[in-house]
């Protein structure tokens, strides 16, 4: 069964070679990854979905993209949390990944065109999220008004604050909180539900994109929804164990839900219920 | 799908099926005696099979014992099931350089001949119909299943005696097989020991060309009829399914989960036995230099911690969740994953339940409750 | 200018309060402004004062020695800041500072108490628009409480 390096028929379970173009430090414990493959096809990912990114001879984790590339590089932003997300985090410059995908369902930043958008990102949430900030603002004249609400535990933690600066230019009006500030943070202090008080939006066409921690998008849902916002226009993106990506493994089971293939992005109403069985 | 009449044939036309199998490049996977257990091994000859042995099934018991007659096939269901051979229990899925020049891609290779199941039961060959669904009917095809599932020779038998913890009917999936065979073969044992054959496909008719068989009379159909009907009438579970995904849904906060997790173990034998379940995981390893890395799938069990681990700790930290998880997901909602039952009704978790846990008790029990509960619990 | 009791009304905190109580607030109250980086109040000071915030954005400080000053809440145009004048020994328990260029209306918390005191029905108006805005500040905090960003829960 020996093949030629690069003549392989690679099934989906077969992580692609990827060289690290770039590595740059987003807080105390993120790191951005920016990948090309190391020969043969890239991949094209969309706003939302996911790749298996392998270190190889250590084991091979899910993680979102959270830049669309144009020139076919891959970006992923990466929390040190595990034995795997710490290699990868550590991989320099020139070193080599495996990635398998691009997998799960996307944030619906077409069909959203005509109407408000609320995008609220919760700590790391906001890396699955950049690529949809990235599309709607690529067509900001597509859209009504375009709300950020961003939650991280300090200044430090937030996640790509020039680009925050820049979407402002652009027309997208953000909104940032944090568990805790220093002098020096002008923005607000307090949990990102609390910033939709200063927000204002059309709610019968408003969309919602929300990612985080489950209970962030659990709270933040509900704020939104009693401003008006409906379930199902109200889109989350959810996080179960993964090994294959592909709907084989049966970790990420939600109930009825296989959350790699009928996800990681859901409307609401399809996931509240299940999520709000404990230990389902 | 009846393509020829039925045949009948004797004890030694069912060993010149097993050698024209043989001869034809069939690696040939069926019942045999090791271990005091039932298991599904190669056959090199019909002698392999356990004639004259049958088993003995209770909630976390299984023993076989003498049959009075020299039945071949004259139990049902012991701890293996086909997936041992279409879905390993590890298989490696790929190997590497270390920097990720892949030098050799996966394939365990597949057998290097094609299976020919002897002797499946109609359960299971409804738990293989399942998995083909859950690994080949979805937008991915697990090309490692799809590889050894392909051309697979498939020999059925009909029940005629069902174990004491047999519910097939209940679940709609025997004792007997309608399709998805090459032959089937319902075994005999009034007068001469002779076996009906139905004929299920063109291989099957092909294959019988070359195995001394008489044209069955009238008299074999009806007597092999009969014996499924028997078997039909004389389960030793039953399980309803009428309205059971309704009942569980609403019940999925029942003290009924807190009294089986109590005397669940988590072992996940129950796992390990059941012909459907699918779960598997990945273990990455270096060899000694590191150089190359490899990749292997191995079972899972939704019994084990690890199973919804994710970064910060399991989603299903208590016994109780991860047995509501096992049969809901088996029952219930394995439906809206793939549009089938997850249970085939072949009573291979109660028997290897090491406490005895029995699946159609606990659904019983859990749908009966479902008074007050569903309120405090939705 | 508006008059007192109808930019009393356009904060969120009273709105749809009845005139006559919104006259009786008003009665009670006056404009104030901060510029940014001004103290509102200060930890320990006697509370007789809050603020209907409506322009700006004032931090709520706790004064960490070793660390300095660490912003726990703000508070943003619409809600009030302030609630130690309405419960003894009307002392406040954090700092409050403009972050950015605060108007105000300031109510005097000895005048309402007062009002309070003798119209049981507007005290029990005041209360409850009061209790909800707590509750949800005390939500919020205990979501903050639980450090659910901190991703590391497991090591």
Known sequence: MVAEPGHLEAGPMVPQPHVVRRRSRDTADTWTLELEP????????QPGQFAMLTVYGVGEVPISFSRIGTDGSLVHTIRDVGAVTAELCRTPRGGTVGVRGPFGTTWPVDDA????????????????????VEALLDRRDAYGRLTLLYGARTPGDLLYPEELEEWRGRGLDVHLTVDAG??????RVGFVSELLKDVAFDAESTVAFVCGPEVMMRVTVGALVERGVTADCTYVSLERSMSCGVGHCGHCQLGPILVCRDGPVFPWNEVSGWLAVREL | MQMTRDFVITLDGLGELVAGLRNRGYQVVGPSLRDGAIVYDEL????????GWTEIHDPGAYRVERRGDEARFGFTVGPHSWKQFLLPSRVRLWRARKNGEVTELEEEPPPEKPFAFFGVRSCDLSAVAIQDRVLTGGRYVDRDYAARREGIFVVVVDCAEPGRLCFCTSMGTGPAAESGYDLALTELLDGEHRFLVRVGSERGAEVMRDVPHEAASGADNETAEALVETARSSMGRELDTEGLKEDVLANLEHPRWDEVADRCLSCGNCTLVCPTCFCVGVEDTADLTGEVVERERVWNSCFSLDHSYVHGGAVRQSGRSRYRQWLTHKLVTWHDQF???????????????????????????????????????? | ??????????????????????????????????????TLFREGEPADTF?????????LELYVPGRGPLTIETIDPGQVVGWSWLFPPHVWHFDARAVAPVRAVAVDGACIRGKCESDPALGYQLMQRFSAVLLERLNATRLRLADLYGGNSGR
């Open chain 1, 38 to 45: 190391a020969g043969g096809a890239g991949i094209d990912p």
């Open chain 1, 113 to 132: 065109a005509g109407a408000d958008v609320v995008v609220a990102a919760g700590g790391l949430g906001m890396a699955p999220l950049r690529p949809a």
């Open chain 2, 44 to 51: 090199e000859s019909a002698d392999e099979l356990p004639a």
């Open chain 3, 1 to 38: 200018m508006k008059a007192l009791d109808q930019v009393v009304l356009e904060s969120a905190v009273f709105a749809g309060l009845d005139d006559v109580y919104a006259e009786q607030l008003a009665g009670c109250s006056q404009t104030a402004g901060f510029d940014a980086g001004d």
């Open chain 1, 182 to 187: 220093t002098r020096s943070w002008l923005e």
């Open chain 3, 51 to 59: 603020y209907v915030l409506r322009r700006g954005r004032v931090a």
């Open chain 2, 339 to 378: 549009g089938t039952s997850g249970c085939v009704g072949c009573g291979r978790c109660i028997a290897w339940c090491p406490v005895g846990i029995d699946i159609t008790e606990e659904a019983a029990a859990i749908r009966n409750g479902k008074e007050g509960v569903s309120d405090e619990g939705s």
